[in-house]
């Protein structure tokens, strides 16, 4: 079991039996910068985005007492910040989403510097994430849900409401267009 995994185990562990704010604060810390990316995949809006992550966290505070387990974790509670945007489109009276002029940083989110990320020139690096942002939406989601988040496949298919098999043709997609983009 990785530390991460372990560090999100004792952080449910306490704010579901000790009612800790400081254990929600610390969940906050670790989710923060994915979830407003995702949120603002979807609204457009930073400060849309912050509100909507600030409602995140109060649904996660009110129902810490229903079994929230770190195996499901990240799948709930991106489910919840999926329907929070939903709900807050819906207000807005805003009919669809388009994701594909949003630029998505294949290496955000990284803390750490490998000696593989060195050699990475900043020209490809550029390549990269503009071959990324010309994916279709769905492929464009799928490939930051599972390469930037890190989300196993069955997390980030039921995030977008998919099957894992569509999951995986988007990913194929998304793959062979930024190769194929690369190659040119």
């Not at 810390?29 to 994915?34: I, N, Q």
Request: with cysteine; hydrophobic share 40%.
């Amino acid at each position: 079991m990785s530390e991460a995994r372990r560090q999100i185990e004792q952080l449910l562990e306490d704010l579901t039996s000790g009612d800790s704010e400081k254990a929600l604060e610390s969940l906050s810390k670790v989710y923060y910068g994915r979830l407003m990316r995702y949120l603002y995949l979807w609204v457009k809006e930073e400060e849309a985005a912050r509100e909507l992550l600030s409602d995140v966290f109060l649904a996660v505070w009110d129902n810490r007492h229903n079994g929230l387990y770190a195996a499901y974790f990240n799948t709930y509670i991106y489910r919840i910040a999926k329907y929070k945007a939903i709900n807050y489109l819906k207000k807005q009276k805003v009919e669809t989403v388009v994701i594909d002029n949003l630029p998505v940083d294949l290496f955000k989110g990284f803390c750490t510097v490998t000696p593989e990320d060195i050699y990475i020139s900043k020209e490809k690096v550029r390549e990269i994430n503009e071959a990324i942002e010309k994916l279709p939406a769905k492929c464009k989601m799928a490939f930051k849900l599972v390469r930037e988040d890190r989300l196993s496949y069955g997390e980030a298919a039921e995030i977008m409401d998919i099957s894992v098999g569509t999951l995986n043709a988007h990913l194929y997609k998304a793959v062979k267009t930024i190769k194929e983009k690369l190659s040119e």
